[in-house]
Nanobody, 129 residues
Framework: QVQLAESGGALVQPGGSLTVSCSAS????????IGWFRQAPGKKREGVAC????????DYTDAVKGRFTIAKDNGKFTVDLQMNSLRPQDPGVYYC??????????????????????WGRGTQVTVSL
């Protein structure tokens, strides 16, 4: 059974850093593209950073390029999102998700899987003084 679980969400000051982690069970994080998404109150869920399986191609939404880094750790079955220089626009519930089919990182981030996707329950990231 495929399960994803996010952790690491916290309250961070603007300009601070935080790493959130997605732990996978029931499949290898190297089998499919996997991504991080976020949803702020009243806003649509958006793709933040995604990574493909074998070649590790990555895609980032423009708002986080140069600040966020997605990385897989196959040995730990985790996908981490390192977030630096956090801004007031970054808060939200951060989810990781994957789908059991071939997707490029850009495809996954642009069109979050709904019908066949596997999602975690999310972890809250708050950016405030």
């Amino acid at each position: 059974q495929v399960q994803l679980a996010e952790s690491g969400g916290a309250l961070v000051q603007p300009g601070g850093s935080l790493t959130v982690s997605c732990s996978a069970s029931g499949f290898s994080v190297d089998n499919y593209a996997i991504g991080w998404f976020r949803q702020a109150p009243g806003k649509k869920r958006e793709g933040v950073a995604c990574i493909t399986n074998h070649d590790r191609s990555k895609d980032y939404t423009d708002a986080v390029k140069g600040r966020f880094t997605i990385a897989k750790d196959n040995g730990k079955f985790t996908v981490d999102l390192q977030m630096n220089s956090l801004r007031p626009q970054d808060p939200g519930v951060y989810y990781c998700a994957t789908a059991p089919r071939f997707l490029t990182a850009a495809q996954l981030c642009t069109d979050p899987p709904t019908m066949d996707g596997f999602w975690g329950r999310g972890t809250q990231v708050t950016v405030s003084l």
